[in-house]
């Protein structure tokens, strides 16, 4: 009985999208589920951190620019203060299409998100990146 009600809580709580790898996007639906559960579960290095830039650099700096910054709108360094790393990760998997923001899902790999979540939040708001205790 419960692995069966942890299949379907799971399907329920977690987007069914199938990931390039094979795998599930454990990225909640609600972005309210993300902005206080998700946590980062990789092992944030100077490795980790480097791939994020070249991430950012590859697929961001077009439209946030070097500084980091939010089109038509503040930096990072200050919009970064008010979300958390699940919530940048919710942004980063879903986008926000009214603002232009594609989403990064079919793009990038659930790590490869996180690392350049964890490199903005390192890089443009000064913060240290959380992830998974």
């Given at each position: 009985?419960?692995?069966?009600?942890?299949?379907?809580?799971s399907s329920y709580f977690f987007n069914?999208?199938?990931?390039?790898?094979?795998g599930f996007d454990p990225v909640p639906l609600?972005?309210?589920?993300?902005?206080?559960h998700l946590k980062n579960?990789?092992?944030i290095d100077s490795v980790f951190l480097a791939k994020g830039k070249k991430i950012y650099e590859a697929n961001c700096l077009k439209c946030h620019g070097p500084e980091g910054r939010l089109p038509?709108?503040?930096?990072?360094?200050?919009?970064?203060g008010h979300h958390t790393p699940g919530d940048f990760m919710w942004l980063a998997t879903n986008g926000i299409a009214s603002k232009g923001m594609p989403?990064?899902?079919?793009?990038?790999?659930?790590?490869e998100?996180?690392?350049?979540?964890?490199?903005?939040?390192?890089?443009f708001a000064g913060t240290e990146p959380m992830m998974m205790r």
């Open positions: 009985m419960g692995l069966v009600a942890g299949f379907f809580l069914s999208k199938r990931l390039r790898n094979g609600s972005r309210q589920d993300a902005s206080d579960p990789f092992k038509r709108s503040h930096p990072f360094s200050i919009h970064a989403s990064w899902r079919d793009k990038l790999s659930y790590e998100r996180w690392q350049v979540i964890s490199y903005i939040q390192t890089t």
